[in-house]
């Protein structure tokens, strides 16, 4: 089973930007990413995607402010979140799907103070 390590979290004033990284332990060519987030109370919910294809999907929420994008000779899938908001606060997880399953990152935490 792939193994993925999310870094790049931390806490940041409203308005201002984060990049997140998701290193894979196998090759992500031709492999699906999502980027979830898990506030505080909150079920886990869909951020952002790419697809195996390379083509990339946002929520409503982050459209114009976040940017997916994967790096296939570093093994890493990253999310550039710039404009944060206090409503972007949360655990931000990496996952992939290969094969019937998902593997899951150990989350890196996101706080956007106002």
């Known amino acids: 089973q792939v193994q993925l390590v999310e870094s790049g979290g931390g806490l940041v004033q409203a308005g201002g930007s984060l990049r997140l990284s998701c290193k894979a332990s196998?090759?992500?060519?031709?492999?699906?990413f999502d980027w979830y987030r898990q506030a505080l109370g909150q079920q886990r919910a869909l951020v952002a995607q790419i697809t195996s294809g390379g083509s990339a999907n946002y929520v409503d929420s982050v459209k114009g402010r976040f940017t997916i994008s994967r790096d296939v000779a570093k093994n890493t899938v990253d999310l550039q979140m710039n404009s944060l908001k206090p409503d972007d606060t949360a655990v931000y997880y990496c996952?992939?799907?290969?094969?019937?399953?998902?593997?899951w990152g150990q989350g890196t935490q996101v706080t956007v103070s106002s």
């Open positions: 996952t992939a799907v290969h094969g019937p399953q998902r593997a």
């Open positions: 196998i090759s992500i060519f031709s492999i699906h």
